[in-house]
């Protein structure tokens, strides 16, 4: 007499209820996502990486500014290779990205050797050595110093939306005109009021 073989039943499939449903959203400092043209991107994880590549890059384009505006105000030295129109639109830079870092490199190395052999000549390499970490880990860990005695990099920044060129901040018809020319007038400020104060700083703008 044949067996028979009983037929397993299919298992049915676990039915995850509603509210177990994964729901993200992006926190409030994200920028505007153009995955689903929305302020509140709800569609985490598939735009979320794209907000957060959205934040890297203003924060790299910010510190790139920063640099080609410290080196220009401070020392008067401007690229001459200018920026692409639309490269530069977006990054904000005037000067072509490498070569203002090319300056920034060498300026760096220029002064530090300066202010090093000076230390080492006074006796004062450990404290200048403690001052500098002190500065570069408060930069890295939590951003830029944003203001000094003469150039302050904060405050209301001029942007722009992405490849246009008027400035969403102040109005102006190129964003990267009005930054400059907003830095350059608060750093003529500043050494007016450091003149006026007794430290007799003279530059050239």
């Not at 990486?49 to 220009?72: T, W």
Request: proline residues 4%; glycine residues 6%; hydrophobic residues 35%.
């Amino acid at each position: 007499m044949p067996t028979v073989t009983a037929r397993r039943q299919p298992r049915a499939a676990a039915s995850r209820p509603r509210s177990a449903k994964r729901s993200a959203s992006p926190s409030s400092d994200l920028p505007f996502c153009k995955k689903c043209d929305s302020l509140r991107c709800r569609n985490l994880p598939a735009h979320g990486k794209a907000l957060k590549e959205q934040r890297d890059r203003k924060l790299a384009r910010d510190v790139h500014q920063d640099a080609e505006m410290i080196v220009k105000l401070l020392f008067g030295w401007c690229a001459e290779k200018s920026q692409s129109k639309s490269n530069g639109t977006s990054a904000g830079l005037c000067g072509d990205k490498l070569h203002n870092q090319r300056a920034a490199v060498a300026v760096l190395l220029r002064l530090g050797e300066k202010e090093y052999i000076r230390a080492v000549q006074e006796g004062g390499l450990e404290e200048l050595q403690q001052e500098i970490s002190y500065i570069a880990d408060a930069a890295s860990e939590h951003g830029p110093l944003r203001s000094g005695k003469l150039i302050n990099l904060g405050g209301d920044r001029c942007d722009n939306f992405e490849k246009l060129s008027p400035c969403t901040v102040h109005g102006h018809d190129d964003w990267r005109q009005c930054r400059a020319e907003r830095m350059a007038a608060n750093f003529a400020a500043n050494l007016q009021r450091l003149e006026n104060d007794g430290h007799h700083v003279q530059a050239r703008l």
